[in-house]
């Protein structure tokens, strides 16, 4: 099994078999569905799952059905099915999942079979609030080490983690298996720490600054931009109250009718 956009495969092989009785509708996937790639917006998709299924299991659960799961997710219930036969996930007719064993199929497939050590660089206001929230350890994310420069930051203590000086990336990382690094300085230090935490053997960032940093190959960055998501929120008010112009017509279709304004 592979996974696109550079998200690495589960390390245990999830089990392609399926029971004659396994679950099927509309749109479903087929048994070839497992050796497929898992697109980038299912593993999206299969995270959010996991939180669902972590929190069934939390409450005793045995099993749960397609609909049940793919409605506590947001998602319609087919779509559902379809994501987790790409992982060699079925159900059972009239029974559903069993909710520890697709929950362990999941982490699998999302490489949680182990926790990931994290470093997390600047520890300001949003580097502080991330530091103290204990729910990344709880998900298989415990942060192992903090970074600054700030002299009346370096030896405190977050949540049980002193602060380091950045200086001790590289000899910090390596003694502690760090393998996610994420960055949360202004933006003129971020490229830096980002190389720090490279040379210190991390192959994941996720980067909070506003900028795009440069990796060698092999080194996977994720972005989280807020503002971002605020403004797709801001065309999707826009467009409800009809304050989107009109698409230009490309080139291909530059002869053709032109569109209407997307009015009410
Ligand atoms: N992606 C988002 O949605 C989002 C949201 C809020 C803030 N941000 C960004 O996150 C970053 C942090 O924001 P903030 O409000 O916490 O800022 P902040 O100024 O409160 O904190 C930044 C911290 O980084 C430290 N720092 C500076 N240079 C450093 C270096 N070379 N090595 C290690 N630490 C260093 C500072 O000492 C400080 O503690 C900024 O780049 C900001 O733009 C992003």
Do not use: W
Not at 87 to 101: A, E, L, N, P, Q
């Amino acid at each position: 099994m592979t996974v696109d956009r550079g998200t690495r495969p589960s390390r245990r092989a999830v089990s392609p078999t399926r029971s004659s009785g396994e679950v099927r509708g509309p749109g479903d996937a087929t048994a070839d569905d497992a050796a497929r790639p898992v697109p980038g917006a299912t593993v999206a998709r299969l995270a959010v799952y996991l939180r669902v299924l972590t929190s069934l299991l939390d409450q005793g659960r045995g099993t749960v059905s397609s609909e049940e799961l793919a409605a506590a997710a947001g998602v319609n219930s087919a779509k559902l099915r379809k994501d987790l036969s790409l992982i060699g996930s079925s159900g059972v007719r009239g029974v559903g999942y069993d909710v520890s064993r697709l929950t362990a199929e999941v982490e699998a497939t999302l490489g949680l079979t182990r926790p990931h050590a994290v470093a997390l660089v600047g520890v300001g206001n949003l580097g502080h609030a991330l530091a103290g929230y204990g729910g990344f350890a709880q998900r298989g994310f415990p942060v192992a080490a903090l970074f600054d420069v700030d002299p009346d930051l370096v030896g405190t203590t977050i949540a049980g983690v002193e602060v380091e000086h950045v200086d001790a990336i590289g000899a910090v990382c390596a003694a502690r298996g760090v393998t996610i690094g994420v960055v949360a300085t202004p933006a003129p230090a971020a490229q830096p720490v980002c190389d720090a935490l490279v040379a210190a053997g991390v192959r994941s960032i996720l980067n909070f600054a506003p900028t795009v940093l440069a990796v060698p190959a092999g080194v996977e960055v994720r972005k989280v931009d807020l503002a971002v998501e605020m403004q797709v929120l801001s065309f999707h008010v826009a467009r409800r109250h009809g304050t989107v112009p009109a698409a230009r017509p490309s080139p291909s279709t530059a002869g053709a009718a032109p569109r209407e304004a997307v009015t009410r």
